[in-house]
């Protein structure tokens, strides 16, 4: 048997970075074997709390509580509250699902094959899971060369890109996004990925083996792929293990995975290719030696040791992974300085077949268009008669700026085909009316019989039910006061 070293609860140990209060209850009331500690864990929790004074994290966490003890908890005054939170992310949950489960489907049906992963391949692995488990956004894994069916397939049934870019324009440039996100009324969420680790974390060899690893299963009737639980572990120790415990129910996924039969020697080989080893310390020593899960000694010893090695490094890792509720003011700092330096490398974009083409306003004077122009969202650009060839187009447009700082966005487009970005800044909160110019080359194509101005939104929200959002993020009605065509430099 392998012998586990002390662990500390002082920086930069890993039990300094272990969920503590309040939070450490609500994991312990979840995951803790003796349901009657368990239950004293959660009463105790309830005594001190008010569900509707705390946070999504808590939520998430009291689901899987409500879940696992029923009317055990009948007797407790916030009972009654607790069903109905219960009901309501179940509900969240299952419409969620709903709206998905067309366009899964669809892109089964167009020979692409999907993996759940996160919280959507434990509802999948086993449907009773939904009770416990909050799953409001969808996130799938689809292999590289499937992207374009699957986002034809979410554009093709209405699903709204959570971006302010257009179609046209994300198509062109699949290849270079890890992931997007994508919505549908008021429940449906998608999370599009076509690899399930982040810029950081980075192991071309694991990308195609966790592939080779998935299992089969069904969701809503859809047949679809999972992780191998060495794998789920993996992911959830990646996607939430530096991240302050967002949501902490990514230990209660680990929890629920190690009790199938995993192959450790792939999760330590993923922790190492994707240098996984400090986050995966921390979370797996909290539920080995607080919580009771069993995690074998050898295990844990490898992964400590394979931590241990990390050096200094560790430290940035033991920042991120500590609960935020736990941070003081130098934890802030320090916490934020390590995880700008894992953006940076999170960063790193994938090869981009088609470079990002941006025009810049700039101001001008210009006469006024004729009386009855009117702003618009979107206006045609008639194309120069002759063959397809590169031209120079000069656009000038009036765009009413509501007083705020804002980015001002526009694309012009040849139906399916992006051309440009247009964009601009408004650094004044003045707001009024500003008439800009923009120019740059464009090639012509005989196939297509003009283009199209689109003003476009910074970024996009579900309901535009918010005026300050509106104003500053909103697409900028225009109007087109010339847009002419001249020889290529």
Not at 8 to 33: I, M, N, V
Not at 134 to 162: C, K, N, S
Not at 282 to 306: C, F, K, T
């Amino acid at each position: 048997m392998a012998k586990i070293r002390a662990i500390g609860r002082r920086f930069p140990d890993y039990g300094w970075s272990w969920p503590t209060g309040g939070l450490d209850q609500l994991l312990k009331a979840a995951l803790l074997h003796d349901e009657n500690a368990a239950r004293d864990r959660a009463a105790a929790w309830l005594d001190d709390n008010d569900i509707d004074h705390v946070s999504f994290r808590e939520h998430r966490l009291l689901a899987a509580i409500s879940d696992r003890f029923g009317r055990k908890l009948a007797g407790h005054a916030a009972y009654p509250r607790l069903v109905g939170l219960q009901k309501m992310l179940w509900t969240k949950s299952r419409m969620a699902m709903r709206e998905a489960e067309p366009v899964l489907k669809a892109m089964a049906d167009a020979g692409c094959a999907v993996m759940l992963i996160k919280g959507a391949s434990r509802i999948a692995v086993n449907v009773s899971a939904q009770r416990g488990r909050v799953a409001h956004d969808i996130d799938i894994l689809v292999r590289p060369q499937d992207m374009e069916i699957a986002f034809d397939a979410l554009r093709g049934r209405d699903w709204q890109i959570a971006t302010g870019v257009s179609p046209q324009y994300l198509r062109t440039r699949l290849a270079s996004l890890r992931s997007m996100n994508f919505y549908k009324g008021n429940y449906g969420d998608i999370d599009l990925h076509q690899l399930a680790y982040d810029g950081s974390q980075q192991s071309a060899e694991d990308d195609l083996a966790i592939w080779r690893r998935a299992v089969p299963a069904e969701f809503s009737g859809v047949a679809v792929l999972v992780p191998s639980p060495a794998d789920r572990i993996a992911l959830a120790v990646a996607h939430g293990g530096l991240d302050a415990h967002t949501h902490s129910d990514w230990l209660v996924d680990c929890a629920v995975a190690i009790e199938g039969a995993v192959d450790w020697d792939v999760f330590l080989d993923i922790a190492a290719r994707r240098g996984l080893a400090v986050a995966a310390a921390v979370a797996l020593s909290y539920l080995a030696l607080e919580i009771g899960i069993a995690v074998p000694d050898e295990v844990l010893a490898r992964v400590m040791e394979m931590a241990d090695r990390r050096g200094m490094s560790r430290w940035s890792s033991v920042l991120q992974a500590k609960p935020r509720t736990d941070f003081g003011g130098l934890t802030w700092l320090s916490r934020g300085f390590a995880k700008q330096l894992r953006l940076q490398r999170k960063k790193g974009r994938l090869r981009q077949a088609e470079p990002d083409v941006v025009w810049r306003g700039k101001a001008t004077t210009a006469g006024k268009t004729a009386e009855a122009a009117s702003f618009v969202l979107s206006q045609g650009i008639a194309g120069p008669p002759g063959a397809a060839r590169e031209m120079m187009l000069d656009v000038v447009v009036r765009i009413a700026v509501p007083p705020v700082r804002r980015r001002i966005e526009m694309e012009i487009n040849a139906a399916d085909r992006h051309v440009a970005r247009l964009r601009s800044m408004a650094i004044s909160r003045a707001g009024g009316e500003r008439t800009l110019r923009f120019r740059g080359k464009v090639k012509l194509d005989q196939t297509v019989q003009g283009l199209v101005l689109e003003a476009r939104p910074s970024r996009q929200f579900r309901v535009w039910d918010n005026e300050q959002a509106v104003a500053t993020y909103g697409a900028l009605p225009f109007q087109l006061i010339s847009a002419k065509f001249s020889p290529a430099d």
